[in-house]
């Protein structure tokens, strides 16, 4: 909901001037590549350590199988090295990761409702991402889901409907909406929780601060840490109970110790995020301009040679 509601809302505010494709890609890579890259380090460290740093593959099979891993999972994650539940390491997160990949690669097809026609070579871009949604990344309550924040992009458009999310009784509704969704719906994937959550999502975007908790530094600080937190939790986790408590003494842990456990974790994952955001994430976003600028420049150079070798 969020991707849907960023880039689409950035579609929309730059449908006059027109959006610098470009410097879209460019920065979601560099927002996505490095920190993602970072914890597949630690994962096939992981599976090193876990494996005694012996081939329980192939070589062929482990660089085939870690080649999926470095897709962001768009091909695949499969165990690597004979490692079982591979995936469990980062707790599953990366699921994700392929939809977001395929809904930035979308974007310049998507710009066609606004009216706005792309470059053909990025519309062929955005081909390719909803072929890729159509084959192999089709689940309906992930894709309605983009539309969630894509809806709630439209609503914040009309000044109503801002001054009614910002609304003191719409905090109530909010935590209502959201409350009645966790207790009563054992998954999200349904029509009524998907709307409840929908129609959260939109209060927010539409200036709602849940009694000011969102407006606040401390979630702000932890926002912008968000793509460490997600990516990196899973790591934390599993080195803790793996390798300091041990899976077999953690599963006799009673539920208040094993959360109190999961309580004096936390202030070593913000601080471990905050050192990944501050050294990985933050100056990779800074190159952002001067990567395009390069980018540019190499595809002018090239331009401009086979303009010289046709005029000759």
């Known amino acids: 909901m969020i991707t849907g509601f960023l880039f689409f809302s950035k579609i929309i505010n730059d449908r006059e001037k027109g959006v610098d494709w470009i410097k879209l890609f460019v920065s979601r890579a560099l927002r996505l590549v490095p920190l993602y890259f970072f914890a597949m380090i630690l994962l096939f460290c992981i599976v090193a350590i876990l494996s005694n740093a012996s081939f329980n593959d192939t070589p062929f099979q482990l660089i085939k199988d870690s080649v999926k891993w470095l897709s962001f999972t768009?091909?695949?994650?499969?165990?690597?090295?004979?490692?079982?539940?591979?995936?469990?390491?980062?707790?599953?997160?990366?699921?994700?990761?392929?939809?977001?990949?395929?809904?930035?690669?979308?974007?310049?097809?998507?710009?066609?409702?606004?009216?706005?026609?792309?470059?053909?070579?990025?519309?062929?871009?955005?081909?390719?991402?909803?072929?890729?949604?159509?084959?192999?990344?089709?689940?309906?309550?992930?894709?309605?889901?983009?539309?969630?924040?894509?809806?709630?992009?439209?609503?914040?458009?009309?000044?109503?409907?801002?001054?009614?999310?910002?609304?003191?009784?719409?905090?109530?509704?909010?935590?209502?909406?959201?409350?009645?969704?966790?207790?009563?719906?054992?998954?999200?994937?349904?029509?009524?929780?998907?709307?409840?959550?929908?129609?959260?999502?939109?209060?927010?975007?539409?200036?709602?601060?849940?009694?000011?908790?969102?407006?606040?530094?401390?979630?702000?600080?932890?926002?912008?840490?968000?793509y460490s937190i997600y990516l990196l939790h899973g790591v934390m986790l599993f080195v803790f109970f793996k390798f300091l408590v041990g899976f077999d003494r953690a599963t006799l842990l009673s539920a208040p110790t094993h959360w109190l456990l999961v309580i004096l974790m936390t202030p070593v994952l913000v601080s471990l995020c905050f050192v990944t955001f501050r050294f990985i994430e933050r100056p990779a976003m800074q190159s952002t301009a001067a990567v395009t600028k390069w980018i540019r420049s190499v595809f002018l150079r090239q331009y401009n040679s086979a303009a010289e070798k046709e005029n000759f």
């Not at 091909?75 to 990949?101: F, M």
Request: charged share 10%; aromatic share 14%; glycine share 10%.
């Open 74 to 226: 768009i091909l695949g994650a499969p165990d690597l090295n004979g490692v079982e539940n591979t995936p469990r390491i980062l707790a599953g997160v990366t699921w994700s990761l392929p939809y977001e990949w395929l809904f930035y690669l979308s974007l310049p097809l998507l710009a066609l409702t606004v009216g706005k026609i792309p470059p053909l070579p990025f519309i062929v871009v955005g081909i390719f991402g909803v072929v890729g949604f159509a084959t192999r990344y089709s689940n309906q309550w992930h894709l309605l889901s983009f539309a969630g924040g894509i809806t709630a992009a439209l609503l914040v458009r009309f000044e109503w409907f801002c001054q009614l999310a910002s609304k003191r009784i719409s905090s109530f509704v909010l935590l209502a909406s959201i409350g009645v969704t966790v207790i009563l719906f054992p998954s999200p994937h349904a029509p009524v929780p998907l709307l409840l959550f929908s129609f959260s999502f939109a209060l927010i975007a539409g200036g709602n601060t849940m009694f000011g908790a969102l407006s606040s530094e401390v979630s702000r600080t932890l926002g912008e840490m968000a």
